[in-house]
C-alpha cells in the first residue's frame, strides 16, 4: 500500500532543540522519520508534550530542525530561501485547533477565504465573491455566508470556514493540529467526513495530529505513535486496534472509553507521568512507566524496527520476545 | 439525598437556559450529565452549589438537599455547606489555585477556614489527602507552586482539596477534558474509589460519553437546556428514547467501529 515513489514528504533524522533555562536542553523531537504518501493520511497521536505540534511546524516550515532534513519531492526545505519558502507555502497548508484564533475578527468570510488566492496573485478582485462561493459550497455550507464574520457561526461552521481557506490553494499537504478536538462529537464526525471526502476527491496528503486514538483509527492510512519526542511506533491505520505492539500505544488503547465497553471492568491506566522533555532518561523513553523494563531499555534507546510491511516498532522487549 | 423539582434557570431577560430539569440523587450514587457545548450542562450543577454565573437565577422549581431546600439559604449557610458538605471540581483546578502562592498555604488555608484545627494539623491533613490521591512526594507538592506541577497533578491536587471533608456530595465540571488519555483514566479510576471509599455521590459533567458511560448509575443526557434522555446506563445506553441520543452515541469514535478510508 505505501509505495517508495508515492512519498510526497519525507522527515530524516529530525531533532529539535530548544534553549531552556540554567543552560539546558530541552529535545522536543529526537530522531523523527516519518513519511507523508500522496494521498494518505498519516496520523501522529501522543500525549500533550511530547512534540507532535513541534514537528508538523517544521515540516510547514515555521520552524526550522535543529538538525535533519525535510525533503519534499527530494528538495530540503530547510535550505530554500525566504522567497522559495514562501512560493512553497502553497503546497502545504494548515488547520489549526482555534479557528477563531487564527482568523481576523474583522475580516469577512469572503476575504479570510480568499486571502490565500490574492496573497499569491491567482486571484483577480473582482472575482473574489465567486469563488468564494465556490469555496463554501465544498465545505457544504451555504453561498450567503460570505458576508458573516466568523462570531457569527457556529464552531463547526468555523472550522469548515479553515479546511476551505486552506484548501483554496489546492495545496498537495495538509497538516490539521487538533483539528476537531475542540469540536463536539457530532460536529466531529460530519467534519471528518468532509476531510475524507476532499481528500479522495483532490487526492491530498494529510497530516492529523490528535490525542484520540479512537478517531485517528477512523481514517487515517497510517499512525505513528509519538511519545517524548520519540516516534515509538509506526502502524497501518486499520492494524492498531489488533496488532499494535508497542507498550505504550497498549497502554493508550487501555486508556480509551468506549460506550460498548464492559462498563465493570476495570479500566486500565498505566500510573505515574511522563518525565519532563528537559530531563529526558538515556535508553528507551518510555522505561519508567513500562511494565516490561529491562537493563538494556535503561541503556540503549530502541530504534524504530520493521515487524511487518508498513508496521514499525522502537521497543526491545518486542523485538527480542 | 438532592431532590432537583422542575427546575429553571434563566440569565438576565434571555429565554430560560434550562427548562424543567428534574433530577433525584440517592447518597453514594454517581450521575453523568451529558450534552453538547452550551446544552446547560454547566448551568445545572452551577445551580446546586449556588454559583451561577453573571445575572443567572433560578426562575422556577427547587432544589432540595437533604430535605431542605438551597434556594433560600443565607450567605452563612451557603458557607457551612460549600468545600465541605458540597464540593466542586473544576474543568482546570490549577486555574482556581493561586499561581503566587504554593499550593500547602493555600491547602492550609483552605483547611483553617473550614475547621478549627491548628496550621501544622491542616499541614498533615492536606498530606494526607495527597498521598491518598497517590501523588508522589507530598510534602514536596505542598511546597510547591501551581505551575510546577503537571496539568494532571493539578487536577488532582484539586479533587484531593475538594475530598478534604469526605463531602457528601461532589460536583465535578468536566474533570478530565484537558487531561490526556492515560491520566484521564487514572482520575476517573480514583474518582470511582472515592465513592467506594467514602459514599461520596459524585455528579460529572462531561461531554466524554465514553467516560459518562463508564462512571454512571444515572445518565442524563442534554440538549438545548432541556432533557432528551434519562434513567439508569442501561436504558440509556442500550434503550435511548431520544433522536438526539442516538445521534450522539453513533457519533462516538469507536475502536472497533467503522473507518472512512
Redesign the interface.
Known sequence: MFKESDIVLSAKHIVKQFPASGGRTLTACNDVNLNVYKGKTLGIVGESGCGKSTFVRMVISLDKPTSGEILYHGKNLSNLSKKETWLNRQNMQMVFQDPLASFDPKMKIVDILTEPLINYGKLKRSEKEAKARELLKMVELPGDFVDRYPHNMSGGQRQRISIARALSLEPEILVCDEATSALDVSVQESVIQLLVRLQKEKNISMLFICHDLALIRSFAHQIAVMYLGNIVEVIPGEDVAEKSLHPYTQALLGAQFSIHMDQNKKIESIESEAPSPLDVPHGCPFQNRCEHCMEKCKTIRPVLTEVESGHEVACHYVTEK | MLEIKDLSVQYGKQAPTIEHFNLSMKKGEIISVVG??GSGKTTVIRAVLGALAGGGRVSAGDIQFNGHSLLSNTKDEWRNLRGTRISMIFQDCGGTLNPIRKIGSQYVEYICTHTDVSKAEAWKKGCSMLQKM?L?DAENIMKSYPHQL????RQRVGIAMAMTFNPELLLADEPTSAL???????I??QMMELRDDFGTGIIIVT?????A??MADQLVVMQHGKVVDQGT?DEV?NHPTSDYTK???A???????????
Open positions: 453538547e457545548s497517590r508522589p503537571s496539568g494532571g497533578m490526556d488519555v492515560t491520566t484521564q483514566a487514572q476517573v479510576r461531554h466524554n460519553i465514553g467516560v458511560a463508564y446506563r445506553m445521534k450522539l452515541l457519533a462516538v469514535p469507536e475502536m472497533e467501529g467503522q473507518r472512512y478510508v
